[in-house]
């Protein structure tokens, strides 16, 4: 089966650690992107990726990094910087050739202890 | 002001009942209009797009974009308990990054 797969499901982590979330798709997509989502706020978007080897900075990118040196995936570390990193992260996948849909992941639920 | 305005509920209705979603938005620029389904502790998934004006339909669902008012609108008919979901609108200009609502949650009573 086509889909996203992000691991783990939950994450607990203490103050001052770093912390990598995986994402990782097989629907041959070249885009990709990294959401963080929050009572109230909905989705705002972390980073993102359009090719491999590359990627740009969204809205909320202070505190958070990212590789894509594989086109299947899309790890996102959340570091000591990023203040409050307790929230739902949601990594999504997109064709080039579709200008709207994309794919999103199960997500992984972080909580710093 | 947002880009995208959506009320949060929660919007309680009976099993059965016409249900109304709606979003706002500030940006004449946006061309594609999205609907994302999103349970609880689960990713969003679409539900409906739609390109420009006009309505689109598919089962019991029907999304409905006013480009003059900037005003977007899902609505659901005889809703069921299953439905009970956070309901998110999205849109961009094209090829652009999505913009997101807050998301209504819906919750359908048997």
């Known amino acids: 089966d086509g889909g996203i797969t992000q691991s783990p499901k939950y994450l607990f982590r203490k103050e001052g650690q770093n912390v990598t979330l995986s994402c990782e798709q097989n629907l041959n997509h070249d885009a990709m992107y990294w959401y963080r989502q929050d009572p109230g706020q909905g989705l705002r978007l972390i980073y993102y990726?359009?090719?491999?080897?590359?990627?740009q900075k969204g809205d909320i990118a202070e505190g958070y990094s990212v590789s894509r040196e594989k086109k299947e995936s899309f790890p996102l570390t959340v570091t000591s910087a990023q203040k409050n990193p307790t929230a739902f992260y949601l990594c999504?996948?997109?064709?080039?050739?579709?200008?709207?849909?994309?794919?999103f992941g199960p997500g992984t639920r972080l909580t710093v202890l | 002001q947002k880009e995208v305005e959506q009320d949060p509920g929660p919007l309680s209705v009976p099993e059965g009942a016409i249900v109304s979603l709606n979003c706002t938005y500030s940006n004449s620029a946006f061309q594609y209009f999205m609907w994302y389904r999103q349970y609880s502790r689960k990713g969003p998934e679409l539900l409906m797009y739609?390109?420009?004006?006009g309505n689109k339909e598919d089962g019991r669902f029907t999304a409905q974009v006013d480009k003059s008012s900037k005003y977007i609108s899902l609505f659901i008919r005889d809703s069921q308990p299953s439905d009970s979901a956070t309901y998110l609108c999205?849109?961009?200009?094209?090829?652009?990054?999505?913009?997101f609502g807050t998301g209504t949650r819906l919750l359908v009573s048997p």
């Open positions: 999504a996948s997109k064709s080039q050739d579709a200008a709207h849909e994309q794919f």
């Open positions: 739609t390109y420009s004006s």
């Open positions: 990726s359009q090719i491999v080897n590359d990627f």
């Open positions: 999205a849109m961009n200009t094209g090829f652009q990054k999505l913009v």
